[in-house]
C-alpha cells in the first residue's frame, strides 16, 4: 500500500518566485524522520532537508523550508527564491522501520519541478 | 572523501546473461540497501544488509540476489536478467543505529535488459 503520497506530478515556477510541494504519508508511528530529495538530471540522490517528526518547529535550510503537520501527516517543501538550479525531480520520503531493524526509505512517486527563467 | 561508489554506472546486457552491480562504501557502514527507481514508482527496496553475513528482502526481492561477505561490500546479483529489470539501481548505507536518520546514497547505474 502507498504510504508515501506526492499528488502533483509536475509543477513549474519563475526563477526568483516560491514554490511549494505537496506530500502526505501514512505512519502508525510516533516517533520518525521525514524527508525531501532531489533528484537533478544527474540522477544523483540528494538530501534536502530532513524533519524530527518530535520537533514542533519546522525544519529550515536555507532557502527550502518545511510545513510540517504531524496531526495531518503532512510534510510540504517550500522553495524560496527559485533558482535554475533547484529545477530537478523532488522526493518525499520516510524511513519505515520494521521492529528496529530495516529503516528502508519509502520514497513518494516524485514531482519534477520546472524552473522557468 | 565518504563515499558510496557503484560499478557500473551503466550496462547494456541481454536477458539471461548473469550480471552483477557492485557497491562499495568507505564510511565503516554496517546498513547497506539496495533500490530500483521506475518511473511513475519512486524508489523501491530490493534488499538490505544490517550487517557482514546478514541480508534480508526488501519489497521487490525476485529476480535478485545479493551478498555481504565483507563489511564495506554490497553486489547486487541478477542472475538471469529480463528486460523487467531494466531501471536504474541505486546503493544506499548507513551506521546502523542511524538508517532512520540518514542514508548515503550511490550514483546510479543505468541498467537496461533486452
Known amino acids: 500500500a502507498q504510504t508515501v503520497t506526492q499528488s502533483q506530478p509536475e509543477m513549474s515556477v519563475q526563477e526568483a518566485e516560491t514554490v511549494t510541494l505537496s506530500c502526505t504519508y501514512d505512519?502508525?508511528?510516533?516517533?520518525?524522520?521525514l524527508f525531501w530529495y532531489k533528484q537533478p538530471p544527474s540522477r544523483q540522490m540528494i538530501l534536502v532537508i530532513r524533519?524530527?517528526?518530535?520537533?514542533?518547529q519546522n525544519a529550515t535550510e536555507n532557502r527550502f523550508s518545511v510545513n510540517f503537520q504531524k496531526a495531518a501527516k503532512s510534510f510540504s517543501l517550500k522553495i524560496s527564491d527559485s533558482q535554475l538550479g533547484d529545477a530537478a525531480m523532488y522526493f518525499c520520503?520516510?524511513?519505515?522501520?520494521?521492529?528496529?531493524?530495516?529503516?528502508?526509505?519509502?520514497f513518494g512517486k516524485g514531482t519534477l519541478l520546472t524552473v522557468n527563467p | 572523501e565518504a563515499q558510496v561508489t557503484q560499478n557500473p554506472r551503466y550496462l547494456i546486457t541481454v536477458t539471461g546473461k548473469k550480471l552483477t552491480v557492485t557497491c562499495s562504501q568507505n564510511?565503516?557502514?554496517?546498513?547497506m540497501s539496495w533500490y530500483r527507481q521506475d518511473p511513475g514508482l519512486g524508489l523501491r527496496q530490493i534488499y538490505y544488509?544490517?550487517?557482514?553475513?546478514?541480508?534480508d528482502k526488501g519489497d521487490v526481492p525476485e529476480g535478485y540476489k545479493v551478498s555481504r561477505k565483507e563489511k564495506r561490500n554490497f553486489p547486487l546479483i541478477l542472475e538471469s536478467p529480463s528486460p523487467n529489470q531494466t531501471s536504474l539501481y541505486f546503493c544506499?548505507?548507513?551506521?546502523?543505529?542511524?538508517?532512520?536518520?540518514?542514508?548515503?546514497f550511490g550514483p546510479g547505474t543505468r541498467l537496461t535488459v533486452t
Open positions: 544506499a548505507s548507513s551506521l546502523k543505529d542511524r538508517a532512520a536518520y540518514e542514508q548515503y
Open positions: 505512519t502508525s508511528e510516533s516517533d520518525y524522520y
Open positions: 524533519q524530527e517528526a518530535y520537533k514542533q
Open positions: 520520503a520516510f524511513p519505515r522501520g520494521s521492529g528496529g531493524s530495516n529503516y528502508k526509505l519509502t
Open positions: 564510511m565503516n557502514h554496517e546498513y
Open positions: 544488509s544490517m550487517n557482514v553475513e546478514v541480508t
